[in-house]
């Protein structure tokens, strides 16, 4: 079946960087707009970034923007979310997913349009 596996995940200070790798089984990312997700204890989860099948155009959720960059390796087949200046409230488990429409052009940071998903990797900020 179609799905990610994400790894990456760890603990870190306040102002640390991770990179989390999402890899594919089943299926190729060059055909799918894929997005990063997260959800924190006691909280919906919500899009962080998203990036589009063909012309790789991406979009970060305000919260993120200007610290966490997605970005792709068609080569290696994998997609990577890069975390930069780290805070506290970043804590929570990171998913990745492939959407169900190409999203040639542009991606979507609905969770709705997403339907092939990872497992998910920790990530925890903490002092």
């Known amino acids: 079946q179609l799905h990610f596996v994400e790894s990456g995940g760890g603990l870190v200070r306040p102002g640390g960087s991770l990179r989390l790798s999402c890899t594919p089984s089943?299926?190729?990312?060059?055909?799918?707009?894929v997005g990063w997700f997260r959800q924190a204890p006691g909280k919906e989860r919500e899009a962080v970034a998203c990036?589009?099948?063909?012309?790789?155009?991406?979009q970060e959720a305000e919260s993120v923007k200007g610290r966490f960059t997605i970005s792709k390796d068609e080569a290696k087949n994998t997609v990577y979310l890069q975390m930069n200046s780290l805070k506290p409230e970043d804590t929570a488990v990171y998913y990745c997913a492939a959407g169900r429409s190409l999203m040639v052009t542009e991606c979507t940071l609905e969770t709705g349009d997403y339907d092939y998903w990872g497992q998910g990797t920790q990530v925890t900020v903490s002092p």
């Open positions: 089943g299926f190729t990312v060059v055909h799918y707009g």
């Open positions: 990036i589009s099948s063909v012309h790789n155009n991406t």
